[in-house]
T-cell receptor, first 113, second 118 residues
Framework: GESVGLHLPTLSVQEGDNSIINCAYS??????FIWYKQESGKGPQFIID?????DKRQGQRVTVLLNKTVKHLSLQIAATQPGDSAVYFC????????????FGAGTRLAVHP | DTGVSQDPRHKITKRGQNVTFRCDPI?????LYWYRQTLGQGPEFLTY????????KSRLLSDRFSAERPKGSFSTLEIQRTEQGDSAMYLC????????????????FGPGTRLTVL
């Protein structure tokens, strides 16, 4: 299958460690943010989202942190597993309209056993 | 499988030919989006539909591109007179929008159609 993100920054972690993937978003007016996971040859898969009225949101093994002051978003993955290896994209949008997603550049996560 | 489906998954064509892609959204999703993704980049918005109405088109969508969603269910994206620069992954996403001010709709993506123009 095709390789997604050939020249993306890569985060390499050991299996079982925690991973932190960072993203800087562009529009200070954006009020809804989403993290997607994309495996090679597949479409983006929804992981977790957060609205701008929140600073933190937790899911299963994942936590998203939002810092609106510096327009920064992070995704924390606990106890990283080999199946977490993929390219991760953050996306921003302005709710209430047609919610066009604006994607960041992406980060490749490589999990080593 | 009740997710978003796209057909074909891969398309190889010669420059100048026309191609058409199909997207079947998640049942009862009223919004449908098309994005384009090139290697090493995040998806870029092309256009979106709410039910059968095409409500927004990106400047990326040249006159050679046309999209339809005739009955508010599946959608097609056609590219006429393909160029090598059209080579990309074409992604479809769907969502259910409540229509209330300030509400958000989570977009779920299909597997994409990989287009290669020779």
């Amino acid at each position: 299958g095709e390789s997604v993100g050939l020249h993306l920054p890569t985060l390499s972690v050991q299996e079982g460690d925690n991973s932190i993937i960072n993203c800087a978003y562009s529009n200070s007016a954006s009020d809804y943010f989403i993290w997607y996971k994309q495996e090679s040859g597949k479409g983006p898969q929804f992981i977790i989202d957060i609205r701008s009225n929140m600073d933190k949101r937790q899911g299963q093994r994942v936590t998203v942190l939002l810092n609106k002051t510096v327009k920064h978003l992070s995704l924390q993955i606990a106890a990283t597993q080999p199946g977490d290896s993929a390219v991760y994209f953050c996306a921003e949008t302005l709710s209430g309209g047609y919610n066009k997603l604006i994607f960041g550049a992406g980060t490749r996560l490589a999990v080593h056993p | 499988d009740t997710g978003v489906s796209q057909d074909p998954r891969h398309k190889i064509t010669k420059r100048g030919q026309n191609v058409t892609f199909r997207c079947d959204p998640i049942s009862e999703h009223n919004r449908l989006y098309w994005y384009r993704q090139t290697l090493g980049q995040g998806p870029e918005f092309l256009t979106y539909f709410q039910n059968e109405a095409q409500l927004e088109k990106s400047r990326l969508l040249s006159d050679r591109f046309s999209a339809e969603r005739p009955k508010g269910s599946f959608s097609t994206l056609e590219i006429q007179r393909t160029e090598q620069g059209d080579s990309a992954m074409y992604l479809c996403a769907s969502s259910f929008y409540l229509g209330q001010g300030g509400s958000t709709d989570t977009q779920y993506f299909g597997p994409g159609t990989r287009l290669t123009v020779l």
